[in-house]
């Protein structure tokens, strides 16, 4: 996995994160879920990765 792999996955699962937590300050149930399903996707694509590093 790359190091850009890496930022560009952190970067949406903190994009995910504050979309969660903007979602919940303003009682927003859409953007929160919006939030929680860009962090499972950032997940994803770390797990992955992960497992393509172990097939190395």
Same mark, same amino acid.
């Given at each position: 996995?790359?190091?850009?792999?890496?930022? @560009?996955? =952190?970067?949406?699962?903190?994009?995910?994160? =504050?979309?969660?937590?903007?979602?919940?300050?303003?009682?927003?149930? @859409?953007?929160? @879920?919006?939030?929680?399903?860009?962090?499972?996707?950032?997940?994803?694509?770390? =797990?992955?990765?992960?497992?393509?590093?172990?097939?190395?």
């Amino acid at each position: 996995m790359g190091i850009d792999d890496k930022i @560009r996955n =952190a970067a949406e699962e903190a994009g995910g994160k =504050a979309k969660e937590g903007a979602g919940k300050a303003t009682d927003n149930e @859409r953007l929160e @879920r919006e939030g929680q399903a860009d962090q499972t996707k950032a997940n994803l694509k770390q =797990a992955g990765e992960n497992v393509k590093d172990a097939f190395k």
